[in-house]
């Protein structure tokens, strides 16, 4: 597959999400995915860690009361002349519920080329609402508005939700793209761009697409001046499954390359390891430096290629 670009709205797949059925299969939205894009194949790359936001007020019976926490807190103080207690009776009288929503966004992954840079990646948010606590505890109300909204200890109830799971479009990110913008910002060589650079003259690159065990992922930071800075983050999508490394004290030679190989048969592609020890998993940089022993002695098990790549990296090492 050669480089193409890939054009796809945000609306497009906004619409998408909102015309999934709430409830159904996140293979049934990854089919309508690529329904949006058939000339481009698309995978469901990684679930990302659950996230939770508050969410609004209900009663005893499920009936909604507000879908916004902290605008019906506001506002209903007003209502009550701004007397802390006359909310806290309120709200104790009418044994109402605070709820919040849980998710995890799903990373997908529409490939557009054969090089490490070439694929887009989509964020959507899968959330649902459930119970969280009682908005109220009799036993140790809130002191102030700010507690009465999240509670340090809050009143907790068993959970029950609310409806089905729904999708939300978060963003997309043409990752060539995105890595022009960050390199002209950037006065060195980003590690990120190294590590895609890296890929392809690899065997690795030869071999598999860099989006099937690795993604970019764009993140913001605020700087010492506190400005906002928009950076990248490499991330490997088996974290719960990662190969593993045997012990290398006193390997070298053929037993380091088949130690070596092993790691790379269990993720996948050739000269994995490299890759692993970039990004500080599994594999240290003490391997690194065993193989580099290796290779300007007598022994020379690695594809030219890759030998180019980690001599280049002895001489300047960086990580991701």
């Known amino acids: 597959m050669t480089e193409s670009r890939l054009v796809l709205a945000g609306q497009d797949i906004s619409e998408c999400c909102k015309k999934i059925i709430p409830g159904q299969t996140d293979e049934l939205l990854l089919d309508k995915l690529q329904e949006l894009v058939p ?7 990684m679930t990302g860690d659950e996230w939770y936001r508050l969410g609004g007020v209900v009663d005893m019976g499920a009936k909604r009361i507000a879908n916004d926490l902290v605008e019906w807190v506001e506002r209903t103080y007003l209502e009550c002349g701004q007397n802390l207690q006359t909310l806290i009776e309120h709200a104790i009288e009418q044994k109402l519920i605070a709820t919040k929503v849980t998710g995890k966004t799903l990373y997908f992954v529409v490939q557009t080329g054969d090089r490490a840079e070439d694929f887009t990646l989509i964020e959507i948010d899968k959330s649902q609402e459930v119970s969280d606590r009682m908005l109220v505890d009799e036993r140790k109300p809130p002191e102030d508005l700010e507690e009465f909204i999240d509670p340090l200890h809050p009143f907790c109830i068993e959970s029950f939700g609310f409806g ?11 990752v060539k793209l995105f890595m022009e913008v960050i390199n002209e910002r950037h006065p060195t060589e980003h590690p990120a761009q190294r590590f895609m650079d890296d890929w392809n003259r690899s065997s690795a690159g030869q071999k598999h697409r860099m989006s099937d065990d690795w993604i970019i992922r764009p993140y913001q930071h605020t700087g010492r001046f506190g400005e906002q800075i928009v950076n990248v983050e490499i991330v490997n999508t088996h974290q719960n499954h990662l190969p593993h490394l045997e012990n290398l004290a006193g390997k070298k030679g053929s037993a380091l390359s088949s130690v070596l190989n092993r790691f790379d048969r269990q993720a996948g592609y050739p000269f994995a390891w490299f890759f692993y020890m970039v990004k500080g998993k599994a594999v240290s940089t003490h391997s690194a430096d065993s193989v580099y ?4 002695g007598d022994f020379a098990y690695l594809p030219q290629r890759d030998e180019a790549v980690l001599r280049d990296w002895i001489a300047s090492p960086y990580n991701v």
């Open 39 to 45: 000339a481009y194949p698309v995978q469901l790359a």
């Open 164 to 174: 089905h799971s729904r999708y939300l479009y978060r963003r997309k990110t043409d």
């Open 293 to 296: 022993r290796d290779i300007s």
